[in-house]
């Protein structure tokens, strides 16, 4: 792959639009359709070379025999999903930072202890370059209702029996399926 330029085609709010051009090694020329929090792309370097847009919190109660899923509804999927807490990186935030921010913001609890920071990977590698930190964790105290008002959340505690029955049933976001179903096997 022979990288040619970067088009921004949308600018909003939360998410931007591009076509990266770039040519195949058989020397076709291809446009790549994709989105980015970055409003300013315009390099392979920027592309690529780039921190972390959120957090995903991966918590255990203090007996780590519960996980903490949030139920929520997601438009793009016309439905309830079952996703671990998340959100972006605020400017100016370390990742532990959000990770404590969101948690509240989401589910009422508070971040106990940080046990392990998974580094960087992608949220939708076939469309996006955005990153997320995985920050593993206990959470504890009361739940409490989301303090958005654009994010319908309902916030509690699986056992591993439970989670094996939801992810028979119920829609999860891919990373929270994948995490869920071996963290069950256990």
Not at 59 to 65: C, F, I, N, R, V
Not at 125 to 154: H, Y
């Amino acid at each position: 792959m022979k990288f040619k330029k970067i088009e921004k085609k949308l600018e909003s709010k939360y998410i931007n639009r591009y076509d990266v051009i770039y040519e195949t090694i058989d020397g076709k020329e291809k446009r790549y359709e994709m989105i980015s929090r970055d409003k300013e792309l315009d390099s392979f370097d920027k592309l690529h070379n780039r921190p972390a847009d959120a957090v995903v919190l991966i918590m255990h109660d203090e007996s780590g025999e519960k996980i903490l899923l949030n139920k929520e509804f997601r438009l793009a999927a016309g439905e309830n999903v079952f996703n671990f807490p998340a959100g972006l990186i605020d400017s100016g935030e370390k990742p532990e930072q959000s990770a404590k921010r969101e948690l509240k913001e989401e589910t009422g609890l508070d971040l106990k202890i940080i046990t392990e920071v998974i580094p960087e990977s992608y949220s939708a590698i076939g469309f996006s370059n955005e990153k997320n930190v995985c920050i593993v964790g206990v959470a504890t105290g009361e739940f409490a209702p989301s303090t958005s008002t654009v994010e319908e959340i309902e916030a509690g505690w699986y056992t591993r029996e439970q989670v094996r029955e939801l992810l028979k049933t119920e829609p999860f976001a891919a990373r929270s399926q994948a995490y869920c179903y071996m963290w069950a096997k256990e």
